[in-house]
């Protein structure tokens, strides 16, 4: 019902994601209810649906190459894409961040702090893993995505 997601289509050479001049309330109390658990501080949420328009971004751009190559993936969930394309978005970020001509977009420091509360977000979520899920983590992991979770993981 809300526009808070990020999406890419290689077919239009398009990636959706949020407007944020049309960000509601109710678009924010949606992401704080199903996407932070019940967090209660707007300020941050709103923060966070900012600095995920970049590393998002740069997940769904990897997504258009991905594309673009007529990668295929069988599994679906698209667990190879998405191994591939969340390895490739952090460093995107961070070397979109050093160009020069992009300076008024990225101040010193931004694209770290972006980074920093991915990182963190990412390694937050895990500590709430159970066994299973954190050794079918690793095996998808550390195969590059070609030996997927279990459906029951992935959803």
């Given at each position: 019902?809300y526009e808070v997601?990020?999406?890419?289509s290689?077919a239009?050479n398009?990636i959706s994601?949020?407007?944020?001049?049309k960000?509601s309330?109710?678009?924010?109390k949606?992401?704080?209810?199903?996407?932070?658990?019940?967090?209660?501080c707007?300020?941050?949420?709103?923060?966070?649906v900012?600095?995920?328009?970049?590393d998002?971004?740069?997940?769904?751009?990897s997504?258009?190459?991905?594309?673009?190559?007529?990668?295929?993936d069988?599994h679906g969930f698209?667990?190879s894409?998405?191994?591939?394309a969340?390895?490739g978005?952090?460093s995107?970020?961070?070397?979109i961040?050093?160009d020069?001509?992009l300076?008024d977009?990225?101040?010193?420091?931004?694209?770290?702090e972006?980074?920093?509360?991915?990182i963190?977000d990412?390694?937050d979520?895990?500590?709430?893993w159970?066994?299973?899920v954190?050794t079918?983590?690793v095996?998808w992991?550390?195969?590059?995505?070609l030996?997927?979770?279990?459906n029951?993981?992935c959803?």
């Open positions: 019902p997601s990020f999406m890419a290689s239009e398009l994601y949020p407007n944020l001049d960000l309330e109710s678009h924010i949606f992401v704080m209810e199903n996407y932070q658990h019940g967090r209660k707007e300020g941050r949420t709103r923060r966070d900012y600095f995920w328009c970049f998002r971004t740069c997940h769904e751009i997504h258009l190459v991905q594309g673009i190559a007529d990668q295929k069988p698209s667990m894409a998405e191994h591939d969340s390895i978005a952090y995107l970020l961070w070397s961040s050093k020069s001509e300076k977009i990225f101040p010193r420091g931004f694209a770290a972006v980074l920093h509360k991915t963190k990412d390694v979520a895990r500590r709430k159970d066994k299973e954190e079918e983590y095996t992991r550390d195969s590059f995505g030996k997927p979770p279990s029951k993981t959803e």
